[in-house]
C-alpha cells in the first residue's frame, strides 16, 4: 500500500492553475458569447458628455465615444486580471461598422458643436492596428482635428512607436494619449494585473509621446487582487510619486469589480474586499504636496500633473466604500478635490467607520497578511496565511 504522503508545505501538489485559463474563462461561457452577439455593431456602445477641464484650465463639456470594437489584442492572448471590456465587444465589427458608429455619435451631438473636448474609447488601444482599421484611426484623427476638438485617445504601450506617433501626428498634431499602466511596479504588474507589459515599456512610450509634444494621461490603478488595503494604499503613493512629473494627468482608478473577470471570482469568494473610500483620502492627503509643491496657493498654474481620482461604483459593495453610512458624504469629498485641487474638500469628514479602517491598516502593517485582513475575506484563515 502506498504510503500517504505529508501534507504538502504549499499547495495540495495539483498541477497550479495558469493566471491565462482563469482569465480567458468567462469570455467563452455561453452567457458571455451570447451577450456579444446581441450588441449592435453599427452603434456605439455609448455616447454621453460630462464637464471637464481642457489642457489649459478652462472649464469644458468634453462628449465621450465608447465604439462598439472587436477589443483588446492583449485580452485576446491574455489579458488584464480585473479588465471586464470583453463584456462590451463584438469580434466582427468592421471598418464600415465603426464609421457607421462614428457619424452616430457626431449626429447625436450635432458634430460636437458645444464640446470642446472628444474622447474616443476603443475597450483597447485606437493606435493598434490588429483591433482598428488604419483607415477609422485616420478618421477619428481627421476629423477632431479638423473641428478644432481637444482629442483624448487610450493606447497600451507597445504601440505609441516613434513610426506610430509621426504617422498619427502628421494626421492630428495635438492629441493626448491616456495609457493604463496601473502600477509603476513591475511584480504588480505581473502578479497581480497580468499586464503583459514592463515600467521600462511606459518609459520608452512616454519618451516618444514628449517627443512629439503630446499630452499624457496616466491611470493607475488603487487595489489590484492579491494586496492588502495597507500595502495598496502605500504602493500606490509611491507609483504617483514616480510618474507625476511625466504625466499631465494621473487618473487613480480604484478597483470596481466588473463580470467575469479574476477579481470578480475573488470577490464572490469573499477573498477581496474593494479599497476603503478612507484609503482614498488618506492617499490624496498624501500625496497633495507631490502634486502641488507651492501648496497649492495659484491653482492649476503650480501642479505638477494634475489628480483625478473617480470612485466609480463608489459606495456599493462592487465599488469602493466605507460603512454603508458615510459614503455618499466622501465619495462627494474626493470628486470634488479633482477640480478644486484642495484638501479642505476633506475638513470634518467623520465617522465611527474610519476607526475600523485605521485599525485594519495599522495591523496590515504589523503582521505577515499578504492578502490583508479586510472583514469580507471569510476564507480559511491557512489560504490566507499562504497567499495562494
Ligand atoms: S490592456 Fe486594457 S483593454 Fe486590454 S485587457 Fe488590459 S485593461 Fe483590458
Ligand atoms: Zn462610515
Redesign the pocket.
Known amino acids: 500500500m502506498a504510503k500517504p504522503s505529508p501534507l504538502p508545505l504549499l499547495g495540495t501538489g495539483d498541477k497550479g492553475l495558469r493566471i491565462h485559463d482563469l482569465v480567458k474563462a468567462p469570455a467563452n461561457t455561453p452567457w458571455a458569447k451570447a451577450r456579444q452577439q446581441s450588441w449592435d455593431a453599427s452603434e456605439p456602445a455609448t455616447v454621453y458628455t460630462t464637464p471637464e477641464v481642457l489642457a489649459d484650465g478652462t472649464p469644458c463639456t468634453a462628449v465621450t465615444v465608447i465604439l462598439r470594437t472587436k477589443?483588446?489584442h492583449?485580452?485576446w492572448s491574455s489579458?488584464?486580471t480585473?479588465?471586464g471590456?470583453f463584456n462590451d465587444t463584438r469580434d466582427d465589427v468592421t471598418n464600415e461598422d465603426l464609421h457607421a458608429q462614428w457619424a452616430a455619435a457626431k449626429k447625436k451631438f450635432n458634430h460636437f458643436e458645444e464640446q470642446q473636448m472628444v474622447k474616443v474609447y476603443t475597450?483597447?488601444s485606437l493606435l493598434e492596428d490588429r483591433e482598428i482599421p488604419v483607415a477609422f484611426q485616420e478618421t477619428v484623427l481627421r476629423d477632431c482635428h479638423d473641428l478644432g476638438k481637444e482629442l483624448i485617445v487610450e493606447s497600451?504601450c507597445e504601440q505609441l512607436t516613434e513610426a506610430k506617433l509621426a504617422w498619427a501626428t502628421a494626421i492630428n498634431p495635438s492629441f493626448t494619449v491616456a495609457i493604463?499602466l496601473e502600477a509603476y511596479d513591475d511584480e504588480v504588474l505581473r502578479f497581480h494585473v497580468n499586464?503583459?507589459f514592463s515600467t521600462a515599456s511606459w518609459d520608452r512610450a512616454v519618451t516618444n509621446l514628449q517627443a512629439f509634444n503630446l499630452r499624457i494621461k496616466t491611470y493607475l490603478m488603487f487595489k489590484p487582487p492579491f494586496m492588502s488595503e495597507a500595502d495598496a494604499l502605500d504602493h500606490c503613493v509611491t507609483w504617483i510619486e514616480a510618474v507625476a512629473e511625466r504625466s499631465d494627468e494621473i487618473s487613480v482608478n480604484p478597483m470596481n469589480i466588473q463580470r467575469g473577470t479574476v477579481i470578480d471570482r475573488l470577490h464572490r469568494h469573499n477573498e477581496y474586499r474593494p479599497p476603503w473610500l478612507w484609503s482614498l483620502v488618506e492617499m490624496i492627503q498624501r500625496v497633495h504636496d507631490v502634486i502641488h509643491p507651492n501648496g497649492g496657493m495659484n491653482g492649476d498654474e503650480d501642479q505638477v500633473s494634475r489628480l483625478i481620482v473617480h470612485p466609480t461604483a463608489g459606495g456599493k459593495i462592487r465599488g469602493s466604500h466605507n460603512c454603508g453610512s458615510c459614503d455618499g458624504e466622501v465619495v462627494a469629498a474626493i470628486e470634488r478635490y479633482a477640480v478644486s485641487g484642495s484638501l479642505l474638500e476633506f475638513e470634518g469628514l467623520a465617522c465611527t467607520c474610519r476607526t475600523v479602517w485605521q485599525t485594519e491598516v495599522n495591523l496590515e502593517r504589523q503582521l505577515p497578511l499578504p492578502l490583508g485582513i479586510s472583514k469580507p475575506r471569510r476564507g480559511r484563515v491557512v489560504d490566507a496565511l499562504r497567499s495562494p
Open positions: 477589443g483588446c492583449w485580452w489579458g488584464c480585473f479588465c471590456y475597450s483597447g497600451r493604463g499586464k503583459g
